[in-house]
């Protein structure tokens, strides 16, 4: 198995990048409440580039990992 190597600039897109469509248009994906997120996975992540920054923001709050987007 493959050590799993953090894309840095991945991680800087989860802050920036906001949502593009939806009752949460204009929100960093980062901030997006975590029902949402449940609701993706079940009916399915967009593709492409938007999908993966979904579900990675997704398993991160599932985990609370959220600590690691505070600024200190």
């Excluded at 799993?4 to 991680?11: A, G, L, S, T």
């Amino acid at each position: 198995m493959q050590p799993v190597i953090p894309d840095k600039n991945e991680f800087i897109s989860l802050t920036t990048m906001k949502m593009p469509f939806g009752k949460y248009k204009g929100l960093r994906l980062v901030d997006l409440p975590e029902p949402y997120l449940v609701w993706f996975s079940r009916k399915g992540f967009p593709e492409g580039k938007l999908g993966r920054l979904l579900r990675t923001v997704y398993e991160i709050k599932l985990n609370g990992l959220e600590y690691l987007f505070k600024q200190k």
